[in-house]
């Protein structure tokens, strides 16, 4: 079966730690060593290539998953995950229901959701997930035919995170634009609970406490509604057009610097209503300038 179908032991490993069995069975069946530990700073993805089989599998210490989250060690090493593949039309196994590598754009258009992606507006297809878990999508070539399958733990978004290791001053910011969504309604329908919104409003807890403790350090793609996800994403990674319309500039427009960059012996934004009134004007400027086209993303563009 692995000379002809890897496509089994790939959703079988995807999503496993590189020790489990079904990650160990993959690696010996394409004739590879086991996967390696990824480190989080120097090496976080490893990525194993057998062009024969026409297969790239790479192993990720960080899957911005909420089963995954978040990086950790055991003992003196990184747990470390089977992540993602790459497959090319010389893979020998079988594909998702209704693709085919000689597909072109009308012929995928007609099966699948187009997007338009990336700085380079790489043409990609939405396929029905494997599994629950995970995520499928192709990516033409410029001769419009398929270039790869794309198969990987599904992950979302991130737009403003607390790491573990992170000093809280250094993500006041973030709390102050995941407040904002909360009262803009940028949040999904349902994250909060009335109780919750309206200690919010009535400004019983400071934009970090609800950021750290309500939405547990994580504004991602799950938490927001979905037809906002392209705005929130540009704006908040410096992905908007132009750059001087995304978060980072704004903040230091606002305060000067963001904590993050600010040295040692500079006084650190405060986590404070006051504060959240000086920028929050802007994020609601720079949403109404994205509604009417006046900013965009560089890389989430229409179909």
Not at 54 to 67: F, H, K
């Amino acid at each position: 079966m692995t000379d002809h179908d890897l496509t089994p032991l790939l959703l079988d490993a995807l999503g496993k730690r590189i020790g489990d069995t079904a990650a160990i069975r993959l690696a010996t069946a394409i004739g590879k060593k086991p996967f390696k530990s990824a480190t989080l700073n120097k090496s976080p993805v490893f990525v194993v290539v057998d062009r024969k089989r026409g297969i790239e599998i790479a192993t990720d210490v960080m899957i911005r998953n909420r089963a995954y989250w978040p990086s950790r060690k055991e003992s003196r090493r990184w747990v470390t995950w089977v992540s993602h593949t790459f497959i090319y039309p010389s893979f020998r196994g079988s594909l998702p229901v209704g693709f085919d590598w000689q597909l072109d754009d009308a012929a995928l258009s007609a099966r699948f959701e187009r997007r338009i992606e990336g700085v380079q507006r790489a043409i990609r297809f939405a396929l029905p997930p494997p599994r629950e878990d995970l995520s499928a999508s192709v990516e033409l070539n410029d001769d419009g035919r398929p270039k790869h399958l794309f198969l990987s733990v599904a992950q979302e978004r991130d737009y403003a995170t607390i790491y573990p290791d992170s000093r809280p001053e250094h993500t006041i910011e973030g709390g102050f634009f995941a407040a904002w969504c909360a009262l803009h309604g940028v949040l999904r329908k349902g994250r909060l609970d009335a109780e919750t919104e309206d200690t919010l409003r009535a400004r019983r807890m400071t934009p970090w406490t609800f950021f750290a403790t309500v939405l547990g350090g994580l504004l991602w793609q799950g938490d927001v509604e979905p037809k906002l996800n392209p705005f929130c994403y540009a704006y908040a990674k410096r992905l908007m057009q132009p750059d001087d319309a995304s978060s980072l500039h704004d903040v230091r427009q606002i305060f000067g610097e963001s904590n993050h960059w600010r040295k040692a012996d500079e006084p650190m934004t405060e986590d404070s209503w006051i504060n959240y009134d000086r920028i929050a004007p802007r994020y609601s400027q720079r949403l109404e300038q994205w509604r009417r086209g006046e900013i965009s993303s560089t890389v989430d563009h229409p179909h």
